[in-house]
């Protein structure tokens, strides 16, 4: 079964405006920790931002903010002022701490458009 | 600093030629992986190592053999190559498999088989 799900294969956003890209999960792990990557065209994966199942304060990286909803199971990217270099995939990913091993969704792609 | 490195970056091969790929980290880091990548699929786990001289296999094992001879290189090998395993592979190392250690991903491999 499919532990990360990203619904949204693809969304345009408008250059300076805040978009959220949905990841929700599935763990009967009571310790993981939620990761968000993002691949630009050029093909790296850099790392973005993680969020800790008992962190009490959602995460934020600068215009990275995760919401983190621990009884529905979603841990959404929210992007604030968005720039044209964030065109990119985003992947969600997540890393049990019962496990040795990173799961991700299936991504979602972001075009900003001037 | 190098980070994690993979070689070749693009390859093409002929349907049933055997072919290694290698991925090298300069970071002393116990954990390394190996991911696919494909359309809407997001990254699947092929194979993992949690330490030299040991391999585990992930979500998409078939096909594909890994070794870990030494602590800072992880080869993937594809004995006779096929189609389906037309894809992007990308490296991954961490300092530990716990649930807040981010993983560093090399800068992928594009194999085209046909």
């Known amino acids: 079964a499919q532990k990360i799900t990203q619904t949204q294969p693809g969304m345009f956003v408008q250059e300076k405006e805040a978009v959220t890209l949905d990841c929700t999960y599935d763990t009967s792990d009571p310790s993981y920790g939620l990761f968000w990557y993002k691949q630009p065209s050029s093909g790296e994966m850099i790392f973005l931002i993680y969020q800790g199942s008992y962190d009490q304060q959602n995460a934020t990286e600068g215009r990275y903010s995760l919401n983190f909803q621990k009884a529905r199971k979603s841990a959404n990217l929210v992007i604030s002022a968005s720039q044209l270099g964030d065109s990119a995939m985003y992947f969600c990913?997540?890393?049990?701490?019962?496990?040795?091993?990173?799961?991700f969704g299936g991504g979602t792609r972001v075009l900003v458009k001037p | 600093n190098a980070g994690v490195t993979q070689t070749p970056k693009f390859r093409v091969l002929k349907t049933g030629q055997s072919m290694t790929l290698l991925c090298a980290q300069d970071m002393n880091h116990e954990y390394m992986y190996w991911y696919r990548q494909d359309p809407g699929m997001g990254l699947r786990l092929i194979h993992y190592s949690v330490g030299e001289g040991t391999t585990a296999k992930g979500e998409v094992p078939d096909g594909y053999n890994v070794s870990r001879l030494k602590k800072q290189n992880f080869l993937l090998g594809l004995e006779s190559a096929a189609p389906s395993q037309t894809s992007v592979y990308f490296c991954?190392?961490?300092?530990?498999?716990?649930?807040?250690?981010?993983?560093?991903f090399g800068q992928g491999t594009r194999l085209t088989v046909v």
């Open positions: 990913a997540m890393k049990e701490a019962a496990g040795n091993k990173l799961t």
């Open positions: 991954a190392s961490s300092y530990s498999g716990g649930m807040n250690t981010e993983a560093f």
